[in-house]
């Protein structure tokens, strides 16, 4: 049976008692009382109210603005606004701020069930409607690229909304972060996925290799070309073409590149014909190019030309939620590339690796799975198959950490707790399991008042 979560914001005490009897016979509702919107909305953002039902007249904030914050910390949240000083005006206003409906005291309970089942039901069909969009999203997600924290779901997302475009992408991440593995899963959710998807990197290569790299040359353009040759970019033809580390791409050559992307057509190196490409650019860095135009490092019309559509990848020490998930893949890659059946990984091994930095991100992540995959007896990998810098590492690490008492491990967590609810002691007891009476006594002792 679904549930719902409603708060009652009055600041009447019995108006709030008297709303929360009546709605409560209802056993799929959860109602709370609240006597202004501060101690309500930090309550909402913990549990995620579905309703509110919000006096307009309250102490501090108004009703509208509780409305207006609610929808934007969860926007699937509904509010019906209820007030003894109806009027036109003011009903019009908390329309338009997106209240579900307007009422006005005294409140008939009936009327009040009535509007408070049609609101859920839309809260119910906007649910419906996400988790079809996440299902759909799911089975569409490039299973190549491993992550479900929140800033891999928006880079999925991305990758979804772009990849039927022709418009031109830049990726900027960290090394090992996985930039290729993008653009190729772009690649293959575009139409032109039949096509060839090429990619050069940039760096470490003189303007005279890249521009024959890229470019091409024709037959006796210089000594020793013997015979004409095909570009990338002409072998990319109505494909796409990945332009690793751009950054590095010397300056003159940037010139050559950002003719090529403004007019489509190229000039093999010693020819004379201009020859018209159709091809999708997806250019990465390691480095921030904006900071890069700024140090006038890289030209600024190119960076705008390349730039249409920015996919910023997060260094995997952002989203450690997805470690397990990426090292529960490599286990399985490694295993079945060495012939093992390996089972899982230690929880000592797993405590290292979810500390760890990773400055080089997932490629050292894959590596030091690769290595433990290959060097283990064992069904199950442990700390003595990682790299011994690694387990010193750890060591050093929790001998430096500070040890706490008890003590000062609870005066900290009910610091955080009282900071967290702006020192509103009867929400932080209901947060810390206590009652009233003791939480005052513990930030007596503790010198928290």
Request: charged share 30%; aromatic share 6%.
């Amino acid at each position: 049976m679904e549930r719902f979560r409603i708060a009652v914001i009055d600041d009447e005490p019995i108006i709030g008692r008297e709303i929360k009897r009546g709605l409560s016979k209802e056993p799929r509702y959860e109602v709370e009382t609240f006597l202004d919107g501060e101690s309500a909305l930090q309550r909402l953002v913990q549990v995620g109210f579905d309703l509110l039902l919000c006096d307009l007249r309250l102490p501090g904030m108004s009703g509208l603005e509780v409305l207006q914050e609610a929808r934007k910390r969860i926007p699937s949240c509904e509010v019906i606004l209820i007030t003894a000083h109806g009027s036109v005006d003011s009903a019009i206003e908390a329309i338009r701020a997106g209240a579900f409906h307007y009422l006005t005291k005294p409140v008939k309970m009936a009327d009040l069930r009535l509007l408070v089942k049609r609101s859920l039901e839309k809260v119910t069909l906007v649910r419906e409607k996400e988790a079809l969009k996440e299902a759909l999203f799911s089975q569409n997600r490039p299973s190549e690229i491993i992550g479900n924290s929140k800033a891999m779901l928006n880079v999925f997302r991305l990758i979804e909304k772009v990849a039927p475009l022709d418009s031109n992408v830049l990726i900027q991440g960290e090394s090992g972060t996985g930039k290729e593995m993008i653009a190729r899963a772009i690649h293959q959710r575009s139409g032109r996925k039949q096509q060839p998807h090429i990619s050069f990197n940039c760096g470490g290569f003189t303007e005279e290799l890249i521009a024959n790299e890229l470019f091409g040359h024709e037959k006796g353009a210089f000594t020793g070309a013997t015979e004409t040759k095909i570009g990338l970019l002409e072998a990319a033809h109505r494909g796409t073409i990945f332009l690793d580390e751009i950054g590095e791409m010397p300056h003159s050559m940037q010139v050559k590149l950002l003719r090529f992307v403004e007019e489509r057509k190229l000039l093999r190196v010693g020819g004379v014909k201009q020859l018209p490409i159709d091809v999708r650019l997806i250019a990465a860095s390691n480095q921030d190019l904006k900071e890069m135009v700024k140090a006038h490092a890289f030209r600024e019309d190119l960076f705008y030309r390349l730039n249409v559509v920015l996919i910023q990848l997060p260094p995997l020490r952002a989203r450690p939620d997805d470690i397990p998930l990426l090292i529960r893949h490599f286990l399985e890659k490694y295993s079945r590339a060495f012939g093992k059946k390996m089972k899982g990984v230690s929880s000592e091994v797993l405590e290292i690796l979810s500390r760890y930095p990773f400055p080089g991100n997932v490629r050292e992540l894959e590596n030091i799975i690769e290595r433990a995959v290959a060097l283990s007896d064992e069904l199950e990998i442990s700390d003595r198959d990682l790299p011994s810098d690694l387990r010193e590492l750890s060591i050093k690490n929790l001998e430096t950490e500070p040890k706490l008492t008890l003590e000062e491990m609870e005066k900290k967590y009910i610091q955080e707790v009282l900071a967290k609810t702006h020192h509103h002691k009867s929400l932080a007891a209901e947060i810390l399991g206590l009652p009233r009476t003791t939480l005052w006594r513990k930030m007596k002792q503790y010198g928290l008042e």
